[in-house]
């Protein structure tokens, strides 16, 4: 379907051509996250793609409409890692040779696992303008067909296969939430639910840091992006041109999100839905969570992807607790007198809050010769507990003070 519009006819043509092939997702009501939001939330949960990302539809779309001599010569990408894993994966079992070229930023969870489909694998550029003109000079040199990651017809069409799943899961659908990089998901999708039903309201999200499509939209001449995102999935300078116009065309709004916002996002989703969703795919969720309000009537939010780098997930499990008072760092100035500290950690006990940490300053501290200052790090229930603790300290003759 090379140059034809995206319509909900080729839509629906691409579901049934992907078939079995793909995992018809789970959309679930989240019972937690709606009564602690006021809103009517459902989880589309295309983390649960068996490449852990809904790129999966439009790379195999994309595959099955090539013809026997392009299947031969092979096929060609740059991808910051889903939409290389999806065509790895499903070029492995078409027999159909897939060289992905990669930025040199991309975790490395996403290139190793694009290397265990069998895909050939090449970290070049450090943007996304620069990767993609170097993927197109290899396609040209390789007579491999280039599957752009998201401003292509096919794979729009692909994409909005979700659209039409989640109007057959709940048809009474009002509001659809979608991670927005280079706009393939929201294109495809927002098309399929236009035409199934107008009065859905299709609504963009984009990382502060990548935000060229939301400032097009918006009216705004999009400014220089910043490097450095935890949703480098959607990392994307510029949208496609057909993505855009769609996009222009049929959806309702445009928003973007911070990064604590997107870090709160994926601990929540995995404090309360037990699900592993990697930046991008819980931007859906952090635009709820910074206005509420966008959450009109019953609202489906896409989480897009699960493929997190376990140690960027390490370090936002650990500045998630941080921020919500369960890891706490505490400075207490105390007597430089023999048993003080065994004092200190007995209140501190008697308090219910476990010692992770305790730095003993002497040398270079700042308060009198005779007194120390005693850091610690606890574990604790929450920000009631904290201010718990430090009241007692305080009541005790301490002086003591979050650090």
């Given at each position: 379907m090379d140059g034809e519009p995206v319509t909900l006819d080729a839509i629906k043509a691409a579901r049934t051509r992907l078939g079995s092939q793909i995992v018809l997702t789970p959309l679930a009501r989240s019972e937690t996250l709606s009564a602690q939001l006021g809103a009517d939330l459902y989880l589309k949960f295309e983390n649960q793609q068996f490449t852990a990302s809904f790129k999966e539809r439009g790379a195999l779309n994309r595959l099955l409409l090539l013809g026997d001599d392009d299947r031969a010569r092979g096929v060609t990408a740059m991808s910051a890692g889903n939409h290389a894993q999806a065509l790895a994966?499903?070029?492995s079992?078409?027999?159909?040779p897939v060289s992905i070229v990669m930025?040199?930023?991309?975790?490395?969870?996403?290139?190793e696992q694009t290397r265990v489909f069998g895909a050939e694998v090449i970290l070049h550029g450090s943007q996304f303008a620069e990767t993609l003109e170097f993927t197109r000079r290899l396609a040209q040199e390789r007579g491999y067909t280039l599957v752009h990651p998201f401003d292509d017809e096919a794979v729009i069409a692909g994409q909005g296969t979700l659209g039409v799943e989640l109007l057959e899961q709940l048809p009474d659908l009002d509001t659809v939430i979608v991670p927005v990089g280079g706009g393939g998901l929201i294109a495809g999708v927002s098309v399929a639910c236009k035409a199934i039903n107008p009065a859905i309201s299709v609504v963009g999200v984009q990382a502060e840091r990548f935000s060229a499509a939301a400032d097009l939209f918006n009216g705004r001449e999009p400014g220089s992006s910043v490097p450095g995102t935890v949703a480098e999935g959607i990392a994307v300078e510029t949208p496609g041109v057909k993505t855009l116009a769609i996009i222009r065309s049929h959806v309702d709004r445009m928003v973007t999100v911070a990064e604590h916002e997107i870090e709160a996002a994926v601990f929540k989703l995995l404090e309360v839905e037990k699900t592993v969703t990697e930046g991008a795919g819980a931007t859906a969720l952090a635009a709820v969570l910074a206005e509420p309000s966008i959450a009109v009537g019953k609202t489906a939010l896409v989480l897009s992807g699960g493929n997190i780098d376990m140690m960027i997930l390490s370090s936002v499990l650990q500045r998630g607790l941080v921020r919500t008072n369960r890891l706490v760092r505490l400075a207490v100035e105390t007597p430089d007198v023999p048993g003080s500290l065994a004092r200190l950690t007995g209140i501190l006990g008697d308090l219910d809050s476990n010692i992770v940490d305790v730095v003993h300053q002497r040398a270079f501290g700042t308060s009198s010769v005779r007194a120390t200052r005693i850091e610690f790090v606890l574990q604790m229930r929450g920000e009631e507990q904290s201010d718990v603790v430090i009241r007692t300290l305080r009541e005790?003759?301490?002086?003591?003070?979050?650090a």
């Open positions: 994966y499903h070029g079992r078409l027999g159909i930025p040199r930023y991309t975790p490395n969870a996403k290139v005790a003759g301490y002086d003591a003070q979050l």
